[in-house]
């Protein structure tokens, strides 16, 4: 199957410090990225939609200016999570689609990063 | 009521017994049924995927989908000691950028 690959798997901040996430699309080329966040023992919340060269589509509730996301090539989307606090941290986990055919079908996931803020 | 319920678990069962796990759900425009793997701090992997009703079998798994009930199930038979992990069902509707609507996960043990 098609790889998606999520950099860094996992990684330690202070608070008020900014991290970067990248996802990238190996094999393919991803029209569209989503990303989801995942509390322990909790099922994957849908954060954001993105579409290559688009702004993202945020979901009710999450903050745009905290979540950036950019999406600027079809193999690579990025999650900054800016100003990070400890209610932050998370599993992220990027799922990457081809093509608009058959929903999300064909969506492939990253690995995720687990993100601690000390 | 939630769109999307799944058993909530956890579930443990002895290597080599049949596991049946499933979800129910409320909206009639939900068209493709997924269910997801996923090991312990590891993304989710797709395991099975469905369109409509029907069965679908893939060596040892199975995912069945009955949309006049609302309910799909995943059978797994001879369970092994590395079936372990939680499974999540997902579903979502025909249409670009259609979003995956997840159950909760249900964590399954399979002992040796």
């Known amino acids: 199957g098609a790889v998606v690959s999520q950099h860094p798997s996992w990684v330690i901040c202070k608070s008020g410090t900014s991290v970067k996430i990248e996802c990238r699309s190996l094999d393919f080329q991803a029209t569209t990225m989503f990303w989801y966040r995942q509390f322990p023992k909790q099922s994957l919340m849908l954060m954001a939609t993105s579409n290559e060269g688009s702004k993202a589509t945020y979901e009710q509730g999450v903050e745009k200016d905290k979540f950036l996301i950019n999406h600027a090539s079809l193999t690579l989307s990025t999650l900054t999570v800016t100003s990070a606090h400890p209610e932050d941290s998370s599993f992220y986990i990027c799922?990457?689609?081809w093509g608009q055919g058959f929903g999300n079908t064909e969506a492939f996931f990253g690995q995720g990063t687990r993100l601690t803020v000390v | 009521q939630k769109e999307v319920e799944q058993d909530p678990g956890p579930l443990s069962v002895p290597e080599g017994a049949i596991v049946s796990l499933n979800c129910t759900y409320s909206n009639s425009a939900f068209q493709y049924f997924m269910w997801y793997r996923q090991y312990s701090r590891k993304g989710p992997e797709l395991l099975m995927y469905?369109?409509?009703?029907g069965n679908k079998e893939d060596g040892r798994f199975t995912a069945q989908v009955d949309k006049s009930s609302k309910y799909i199930s995943l059978f797994i038979r001879d369970s092994q000691p590395s079936d372990s992990a939680t499974y999540l069902c997902a579903m979502n509707r025909i249409g670009a950028n259609s979003k995956l609507t997840f159950g909760k996960g249900i964590t399954l043990s399979v002992r040796p």
């Open positions: 469905t369109y409509s009703s």
């Open positions: 799922s990457a689609r």
